[in-house]
């Protein structure tokens, strides 16, 4: 490894911990940052601790927001009756992309996980279920990802909430479009499957 | 796009200005940023202003350094007489990977470059000329890039630099043409080191 002075070094090792980030290419944007003007360089820094301290959770649904309410839960526009739960902030706005989800949504901060020791006390559950005995709710579609512990994070939640007499989904599985049939797993192919629906 | 909030948002653009980094690895790295505890973001925003602050350039070869002469001018075990021209500090690190050189080097600060209006008056070429004026320099090791910039530049330094009777040589073609030798591997700097070739 190459050695660096010390201020280099040190930038070069909070750039490799950014997610995907090795030694060469946090040696890349060390440089690039040395190439910045000092204004620009201030800038930089400026954005990171300032997203840090203003980027809040919504006090309704958990979503990212620099006010007391998220842009979703401030418009009136939105439905409140429907509520999306999410694990996270990054897969709301996946959803959002869609623009055709008119209801509202509820971030969880991520999903029941025995292996990683997550518990439900450690997700905004509670909050949801608050909310579904102060507010009008009609249906909680529930948008964990399709994996081991977004599956088992949908059953708990299910069964929580079910008898509520809240409606209860769950994001339809199959095949994602525009993707090769050949290469979908057995797993995918089989809901796929399962959840067939007739042709008009 | 998705649209995020201004914090955040902003964070993504500062992101983005890094070397071959879109949209979507700045979202990723800030949401990253985000997951970050508050101590831990102003690290990172310390160590960028830090780096642009306590980096400077060698009073002596224009290396990278945070004292006023770099590890190498400072390191009597160098020889003086041996001056290793380099476009900028990430060659010179390069070479130093090699561990065969035991000169001292002198950074340009890029490659004389006629279509990006860059004139060797931009160079650190005045200085190097000081220095073969006031140091006892028995040979300068040009090892700009192998391109054309870097060509146009070690003509133009061979032709200063030979009259003043100092013995001028370049890296041999054994890195391959048209490469950025920052990202040569060590062996080849090394063949390219050994078959050094005197410029006529």
């Known amino acids: 490894?190459?050695?660096y002075i010390l201020p280099l070094q040190k930038l070069i090792e909070e750039f490799s911990r950014l997610p995907g980030v090795g030694q060469k290419t946090a040696a890349r944007y060390a440089f690039a940052v040395l190439d910045m003007s000092e204004e620009e360089a201030e800038n930089f820094a400026c954005a990171i601790v300032n997203a840090k301290k203003n980027v809040k959770e919504c006090e309704i649904c958990g979503n990212l927001t620099d006010q007391a309410r998220c842009v979703i839960c401030s418009d009136e526009k939105r439905n409140p009756e429907?509520?999306?739960?999410v694990e996270d902030a990054k897969t709301l706005m996946a959803m959002e992309k869609v623009k055709e989800y008119n209801g509202t949504y509820h971030v969880l901060g991520g999903a029941i996980s025995p292996m990683n020791g997550i518990t439900p006390a450690d997700l905004r559950i509670k909050e949801l279920i608050t909310r579904i005995g102060t507010q009008d709710i009609k249906e909680i579609i529930i948008a964990t990802n399709p994996n081991i512990d977004g599956e088992t994070t949908a059953m708990y939640l299910s069964r929580l909430i079910a008898p509520l007499g809240v409606r209860v989904t769950r994001l339809a599985?199959?095949?994602?479009?525009?993707a090769d049939l050949e290469y979908a797993d057995e797993v995918t192919l089989l809901r796929a499957l399962d959840g067939r629906r007739d042709i008009h």
Not at 82 to 85: I, Q, Y
Not at 173 to 178: A, L, M, R, S, T
């Open 173 to 178: 599985y199959g095949v994602p479009v525009g």
């Open 1 to 3: 490894m190459t050695e």
């Open 82 to 85: 429907v509520v999306c739960v």
